[in-house]
């Protein structure tokens, strides 16, 4: 498998590469030109469906945007005979597989979309399976130039195997900014993921460089390209574990040409207009408020507002009065209450149910009532008071607020599920007076976004995505899935990178609180970020933190990728200066991690010494490529290098030791290229 560097005559190959890339870089522009120039004026009846049509043309435009840097296709496909009827995309001669489609005036293909059946080969086709590839090119590019190629015959059975260098290089080239794509670099086992259909919902456990937030996020993708019309009505969301993560992988859908996918967190999720979050639970009453008993005490409390009706209705209609007695009221609400429809939706049927027994007895009196009258005797005051009186609104935060301030009203809907103690941490010390004034936490507006729910359904989208999905409590995986229950799901975490103290057991205990227990579970156990030295390190810490996980097989040998530096006391910080200061000798990003008590003495150190740096989630560039990274915020996140300061700190920042080895492994996995571990403290046992 040859690279070929550039030559001087201008009919090698790849010269004629480079024009091919420069036709279809011409042919991108002239499709969005055709586009720039349409003419709505006469098409649209109205100023709504122009405003709809201009949307989704300036759309359309973004979406076929040249990226300077970007290359519009990263490899070749030469099949043994030319497509047949089946295979309609596919042009005669060899087909550019790229990350848009790209047609040229005649609207023939110059560039096929990745995502086309055509393309799957060149992510799945190999020696033992050549699915009638005869050759498949990979591309090489500096800056957006096209400068090399690389040929595999799959079925030249004199050709040795060997790993291809240009997508190793694509692997392992060096990060400045935001995460990129790696549609050129998906693995066969990533393809069988990506293109695994809407209807089912898939889990993807994979330990760290495995790739899993790549391949969400490529799947999310992939599913726009083969339905895009369904989820155009349905919508598709990706959610992440927190901002900084988010404005990371921002650009790969973008990349993509796909603009339309929003971007949310849990707590963006649960959020209500009005609730502001300014508490933070202790870990014991989090745990408590997390756990999925709590549906249950909601559940009752919401349905304990329904009262039994006592008294007979009179409804006047007229000169007549019509009398329903309680025991019938009884039996209609007994009735919604068996149909264990929603709280608000049962209330709004109660009126209507009420009405047809009085129509009941008007046709049985020999008049002839219609729905109308039907409709008035259900809007008339008597209806109504009624109504109030059986099933009255219910408020989901005003309920929250008295769980979580009346020790009886707690008590007498807890009763069986929630221990005394339990039910003592859930009590606030000092009740709040109402809604607007109390002190509501994270796990506080989740709780109420499940009694909005059982007060009244929660939109479902198409598709969603939840990345570091591990650290979610039972009743934030109801949370998300209530946001999916009439779509499907991509899950995507791993267990050993739990770093709550709720933090997931197992995939099936998760999917099940998710509501979709029959999703399947994946696993990616071969690494391609992290280097072989550094994650066999940090893989000493897996049989304390998640027994019978199996350890990342990393691909990448990068020998004195891992340097280890004990310290003597009280030269830590300077020591931990200078390695950010040696590091950004080396191309790409940098990180220094530490525990977040950590954090102000070595951006004070940093200063001193000159060295500027970012925050989490703020943009690397050329001239600004070190980042300060607090140890509750690392997760997801990769630099090339990574300085590691005192990681017995990280541990002791926990709520217990398990926790704090979690946090751990998580620092110990965002290198790309090299770490560099410095401790003035004993390391932790488990790293010996």
Excluded at 525 to 537: K, S
Aim: overall charge negative; aromatic content about 4%.
């Amino acid at each position: 498998m040859p690279a070929h560097a550039p030559e001087t005559t201008h009919d090698d190959p790849l010269a004629r590469e480079r024009a091919h890339l420069a036709a279809s870089r011409l042919a991108l522009r002239a499709m969005r030109a055709d586009v720039e120039s349409l003419d709505i004026r006469d098409v649209t009846a109205n100023w709504v469906n122009a405003a709809v049509l201009k949307a989704q043309i300036d759309d359309r435009i973004k979406a076929l945007a040249d990226l300077a840097h970007t290359p519009l296709f990263f490899g070749r496909l030469n099949y043994l005979h030319a497509p047949g009827p089946a295979e309609p995309e596919a042009p005669n001669g060899p087909l550019y597989i790229g990350r848009r489609h790209v047609h040229d005036a005649h609207g023939d293909p110059m560039v096929i979309d990745w995502r086309a059946p055509v393309s799957q080969p060149f992510y799945r086709a190999s020696r033992t399976d050549p699915q009638d590839v005869a050759l498949r090119r990979r591309f090489g590019y500096t800056g957006g130039e096209l400068t090399a190629y690389e040929d595999e015959h799959l079925c030249d059975p004199s050709e040795a195997a060997s790993v291809s260098k240009l997508l190793q290089q694509e692997i392992e080239r060096p990060r400045v900014g935001p995460m990129r794509d790696i549609v050129a670099t998906i693995q066969p086992e990533q393809d069988e993921i990506v293109r695994s259909g809407l209807s089912g919902s898939v889990c993807v456990q994979g330990g760290p460089g495995t790739g899993k937030t790549a391949v969400g996020l490529h799947r999310v993708a992939y599913l726009l390209y083969a339905h895009r019309d369904r989820l155009a009505r349905t919508g598709t969301l990706v959610i992440g574990p927190n901002r900084s993560f988010l404005h990371y992988i921002e650009q790969v859908l973008p990349a993509l040409g796909e603009l339309e996918v929003k971007q949310a967190t849990v707590d963006d999720l649960v959020a209500r207009e009005g609730l502001e979050v300014r508490d933070t639970d202790p870990a014991e009453t989090a745990v408590v408020k997390g756990d999925a008993r709590m549906a249950d005490v909601l559940r009752r409390a919401v349905r304990s507002h329904v009262t039994a009706p006592t008294e007979p209705l009179m409804v006047v209609r007229g000169s007549r009065r019509w009398r329903v007695p309680a025991y019938e009221l009884a039996e209609i609400v007994e009735e919604l209450q068996v149909r264990d429809i929603r709280y608000g939706a049962a209330r709004e049927a109660l009126p209507q149910r009420i009405a047809h027994a009085v129509l009941v007895r008007m046709e049985q009196a020999g008049e002839a009532p219609d729905d109308r009258v039907q409709d008035a005797v259900a809007r008339g005051a008597a209806v109504k008071a009624a109504v109030k009186e059986i099933w009255p609104p219910v408020d989901p935060a005003k309920l929250v607020l008295r769980l979580l301030s009346d020790p009886d009203f707690l008590a007498a809907h807890a009763d069986g599920l929630l221990s005394d103690d339990e039910q003592k941490l859930l009590l606030w010390p000092k009740p709040f007076r109402s809604v607007k004034s109390a002190k509501w936490s994270a796990a506080d507006l989740v709780l109420i976004d499940e009694a909005a729910d059982l007060v009244e359904r929660t939109h479902s989208l198409g598709h969603v995505v939840l990345d570091e999905a591990q650290d979610l409590s039972p009743m934030q995986y109801r949370a998300v899935g209530r946001r999916c229950t009439t779509g499907s799901a991509t899950v995507l975490g791993d267990l050993a990178q739990g770093t709550t103290p709720w933090a997931t057991r197992s995939w099936d205990e998760a999917l099940a609180h998710l509501g979709k227990p029959q999703a399947v579970v994946e696993e990616l156990t071969a690494g391609f970020r992290v280097p072989r030295e550094v994650i066999a390190y940090a893989s000493r810490l897996l049989p304390s933190i998640s027994p019978g996980l199996a350890p990342v097989s990393s691909v990448r040998e990068a020998p004195g990728s891992l340097r280890i530096s004990p310290v003597a006391s009280g030269g830590l910080t300077a020591e931990v200066v200078e390695a950010c200061r040696s590091s950004l000798s080396y191309e790409g990003s940098i990180g220094l991690i530490a525990a977040d008590a950590r954090i102000p003495v070595l951006a004070d150190a940093l200063r001193a010494a000159g060295l500027a740096y970012l925050a989490p989630g703020e943009e690397t560039t050329a001239e600004s490529r070190l980042t300060l990274v607090p140890a509750s915020l690392a997760k997801g996140l990769e630099y090339d290098h990574v300085v590691l300061d005192e990681p017995a700190a990280i541990v002791d920042g926990e709520p217990d030791e398990r926790t704090g080895l979690r946090r751990l492994y998580v620092c110990l996995t965002r290198a790309v290229s090299g770490l560099t571990l410095l401790h003035a403290a004993p390391l932790p046992p488990a790293l010996a």
